[in-house]
């Protein structure tokens, strides 16, 4: 075998260092805010707040969050999965949360999530299109759900500066 083709089958074999970078990236942090570093101590009160006429709250960018990252991990793992329609589906009507346990409830949704996406990764091949899909990957999912997810915490640290409530 050739060199180049010598490296290809160790980049697809040796999947480890790809997992680990991913798994960093959808964790949060490096470059980027974690959600849990954006979310922190934020009171409560101030959840439903739309600074400036913005169209967003921080508890719907957070349930947004949550909402297309279930869609993302139950469409890469269930071929039966139906997706909510966008955008409706997507975006909470309630500014804010009815109270603080569906706040916590929303968060720690996310992270469970999160970690089944995870799991998923580590059990799946990256490359291999998904069956019920049309050419995704778990890769493409992964970078989805990281893309998704920086672009609108990077708004909710924007809300809080605006509300003064950022560090």
């Not at 999947?15 to 991913?22: D, G, Q, W």
């Amino acid at each position: 075998m050739d060199r180049e083709t010598l490296l290809l089958m160790n980049c697809i074999t040796n999947m480890e260092p790809l997992i680990e970078e991913l798994k960093k990236l959808l964790k949060g942090g490096g470059a980027h805010v974690g959600l849990k570093d954006a979310t922190a101590d934020i009171p409560f009160e101030l959840l439903g707040e739309r600074p400036y006429a913005l169209p967003y709250s921080i508890w719907q960018l957070v349930e947004h969050i949550r909402i297309a990252q279930w869609d993302m991990l139950e469409f890469s793992k269930d071929g039966n999965h139906k997706s909510p329609v966008w955008p409706d589906e997507y975006w909470p009507k309630e500014v804010a949360p009815t109270d603080k346990s569906s706040w916590d409830k929303a968060l720690r949704q996310i992270e469970e999530d999160l970690k089944a996406f995870v799991e998923l990764m580590q059990q799946r091949d990256l490359y291999e299109p998904i069956a019920h899909g049309t050419g995704q990957t778990i890769l493409r999912e992964a970078f989805q759900i990281v893309d998704h997810a920086a672009y609108h915490i990077a708004e909710i640290v924007v809300i809080r500066r605006l509300l003064g409530i950022w560090k």
